[in-house]
T-cell receptor, first 113, second 114 residues
Framework: DAKTTQPPSMDCAEGRAANLPCNHS???????VYWYRQIHSQGPQYIIH???NNETNEMASLIITEDRKSSTLILPHATLRDTAVYYC??????????????FGQGTRLTINP | KAGVTQTPRYLIKTRGQQVTLSCSPI?????VSWYQQTPGQGLQFLFE???????NKGNFPGRFSGRQFSNSRSEMNVSTLELGDSALYLC?????????????FGSGTRLTVV
């Protein structure tokens, strides 16, 4: 299974952009990169996903390198409520068309006032 | 639109017992996956169901099983509980098996085995 590597923790000042890196050097050509976050052991919350192109939604932007071996999640104006564990995940194809999310250890992002 | 509903939220069981957890997906979602989260191992994939068929299975012993009903609701069962089965069990639903669809997670069932 394609694995991801993330820094265990990061800090960011409130109001600044938070840039969370992820390495997925073994990703296959048809595997998507997903980002989720988890707050206080609630269920993970979907943020964004992409295959090759950069993506943006109301929550964040996702920048994927041309060789697809790494990506960066950008939270443009971080708030205290963005403090969470952020998971960079590769959606791996299984048999019979099934999928699974392969979670790493994630990055604990702390937004400081 | 209601989210993914998991019941019960908390459960305490004794070693050797069995337990059944329930998950109701978002209306219209046909894929249901289960994950186990522990402090030591993180989030690990258990299995995925689609159209009442198990499509994918993680590396867990046979004591862990599941099923999906015709209305897409899913249950997972753990038999002969061990202390190490104490974890947050998360259910996630998706409209289809396509990689371009995200999963929506429920709040989980926290199981404590004593």
């Amino acid at each position: 299974d394609a694995k991801t590597t993330q820094p265990p923790s990061m800090d960011c000042a409130e109001g600044r952009a938070a840039n969370l890196p992820c390495n997925h050097s073994t990703i296959s050509g048809n595997e998507y990169v997903y980002w989720y976050r988890q707050i206080h052991s609630q269920g993970p919350q979907y943020i964004i996903h992409g295959l090759k192109n950069n993506e943006t939604n109301e929550m964040a932007s996702l920048i994927i390198t041309e060789d697809r071996k790494s990506s960066t999640l950008i939270l443009p104006h971080a708030t205290l409520r963005d403090t969470a564990v952020y998971y960079c995940i590769v959606r791996v194809a299984g048999s019979q068309g099934a999928q699974k999310l392969v979670f790493g250890q994630g990055t604990r992002l702390t937004i400081n006032p | 639109k209601a989210g993914v509903t998991q019941t019960p939220r908390y459960l305490i069981k004794t070693r050797g017992q069995q337990v059944t957890l329930s998950c109701s997906p978002i209306s219209g979602h046909r894929s249901v996956s289960w994950y186990q989260q522990t402090p030591g191992q993180g989030l690990q994939f258990l299995f995925e169901y689609f159209s009442e068929t198990q499509r994918n299975k993680g590396n867990f012993p046979g004591r862990f099983s599941g099923r999906q009903f015709s209305n897409s609701r899913s249950e997972m069962n753990v038999s002969t509980l061990e202390l190490g089965d104490s974890a947050l069990y998360l259910c996630a639903s998706s409209p289809m098996l396509d990689r371009n669809y995200g999963y929506t997670f429920g709040s989980g069932t926290r199981l404590t085995v004593v």
